[in-house]
T-cell receptor, first 112, second 114 residues
Framework: QQQVKQSPQSLIVQKGGISIINCAYE??????FPWYQQFPGKGPALLIA?????SEKKEGRFTISFNKSAKQFSLHIMDSQPGDSATYFC???????????FGKGTRLSVIA | KAGVTQTPRYLIKTRGQQVTLSCSPI?????VSWYQQTPGQGLQFLFE???????NKGNFPGRFSGRQFSNSRSEMNVSTLELGDSALYLC?????????????FGEGSRLTVL
């Protein structure tokens, strides 16, 4: 049972455009939602994270939007650059010693 | 500060064999988690160790096992390898066990089963 559903599987965006990756969850006990970025040949690395007490969090060109009622959250990459080309994973966790549950990932390609 | 180190980086095994993968966490990190990464399934949680105790276990068969040593280094073992075990195995460490600690991943051990 996939607890976090991520879409799209792959995404091609023009340089300077906006990349949008969406995730949805069912378990309302989730209360921590990080995004991880993975470059080829490397392990994932934390990019940005949000808790459900805020609807949006921005760090530079990266923004998480969170919709608690819809149980959805998304990553927006503004002014996308070729260096942003990577695989992005959304994740979720709940209170207690429970592991992060990851989405299946989105492969982003930013073309010039 | 050295990152998470995984060895070996690449290995090829045949069906029925067993394999042991090693992970050295960031100094001071007591939690080590293992994930299996495949193109179709993304990152799937295998298990987590904290202070030599298994804290959580994912939905994998008993052929997958792990352990953590007193210095926080961890190993995972897969016995009776199957073709479907071919994957990138990622180890991640964090300061504390549980959900909100940032996971620091190694570069993974890529296992190919022939």
């Amino acid at each position: 049972q996939q607890q976090v559903k991520q879409s799209p599987q792959s995404l091609i965006v023009q340089k300077g455009g906006i990349s949008i990756i969406n995730c949805a969850y069912e378990n309302t006990a989730f209360d921590y939602f990080p995004w991880y970025q993975q470059f080829p040949g490397k392990g994932p690395a934390l990019l940005i994270a949000i808790r459900p007490d805020v609807s949006e969090k921005k760090e530079g060109r990266f923004t998480i939007s969170f919709n608690k009622s819809a149980k959805q959250f998304s990553l927006h990459i503004m002014d996308s650059q070729p260096g942003d080309s990577a695989t992005y994973f959304c994740a979720a966790s709940m209170e207690g010693n429970t592991p992060l549950v990851f989405g299946k990932g989105t492969r982003l390609s930013v073309i010039a | 500060k050295a990152g998470v180190t995984q060895t070996p980086r690449y290995l090829i095994k045949t069906r029925g064999q067993q394999v042991t993968l090693s992970c050295s966490p960031i100094s001071g990190h007591r939690s080590v988690s293992w994930y299996q990464q495949t193109p179709g399934q993304g990152l799937q949680f295998l298990f987590e160790y904290f202070s030599e105790t298994q804290r959580n276990k994912g939905n994998f068969p008993g052929r997958f096992s792990g352990r953590q040593f007193s210095n926080s280094r961890s190993e995972m073992n897969v016995s009776t390898l199957e073709l479907g075990d071919s994957a990138l195995y990622l180890c991640a460490s964090s300061l504390s066990s549980g959900r909100t600690g940032e996971l620091f991943f190694g570069e993974g051990s890529r296992l190919t089963v022939l």
